[in-house]
């Protein structure tokens, strides 16, 4: 990893992972940024090799950034780092393309030896993020055919919706009516035995969707 940036609104916390990734990462070039708007600006002028990105930020999110890089097509690693662990947040980001979930308390040493797993192909993720990963599978995990039970409609609206849009704006982005959209989410919800938009993120990452809009009829 020779150029590392770091999406932090916290000076304090900026600092201590700018010193975690000297550990992991000494010989790195490392930019930090506080808000969604600098991060723009160094993402628009060069490529990094990794980010790690925080959450909650003064003009944004973290997820926000996400998406603008796999919008791009970007092969940056993209490492979550944050001290919010709640399961919407968590299956929003990894749906948005996140390959790495750290909390930030855990002591930096163990951060810094994540973090150097990267290169070896092993995802940066607490061992409480990878208990909660494992444990909405075994509860919330369908069957190997049941995303073919989707119809090409259904898989768009559920792509959309694990993506964070509202009804109205997957409507928009579809040509089609709030009730309409309404009506498909009732549909997935009981096609995939789930009961939340987190769970439909979880599941749209699972089954790989990206989505692609289709010309409107």
Not at 98 to 108: E, H, M, N, R
């Amino acid at each position: 990893m020779k150029d590392i940036l770091i999406v932090e609104d916290s000076g304090d916390s900026r600092l201590w992972l700018h010193n975690i990734v000297q550990g992991a990462f000494a010989d790195a070039r490392v930019d930090l940024v506080a808000n969604m708007r600098e991060a723009r600006a160094k993402l628009a002028a060069r490529h990094y090799d990794l980010a790690l990105i925080d959450i909650r930020l003064p003009d944004g999110t973290g997820v926000d950034i996400l998406r603008i890089l796999r919008g791009r097509g970007a092969q940056t690693v993209c490492v979550v780092t944050t001290a919010i662990s709640d399961d919407t947040t968590v299956v929003a980001a990894l749906a948005a393309g996140a390959d790495g979930y750290l909390l930030k308390d855990q002591p930096a040493p163990i951060l810094s030896f994540q973090l150097t797993q990267i290169s070896a192909g092993i995802p940066a993720l607490s061992p409480a993020i990878a208990r909660r990963i494992m444990e909405h599978f075994h509860l919330t995990g369908p069957s190997g055919t049941t995303d073919q039970k989707l119809t090409r409609r259904e898989t768009d609206v559920l792509m959309l919706i694990a993506r964070g849009l509202r009804n109205t704006e997957v409507a928009e982005t579809l040509g089609l009516a709030p009730s309409t959209v309404a009506g498909y989410i009732k549909s997935i919800y009981r096609k995939l035995g789930i009961c939340s938009r987190a769970e439909a993120a979880w599941h749209a990452t699972r089954m790989g969707l990206t989505f692609a809009p289709r010309e409107r009829r």
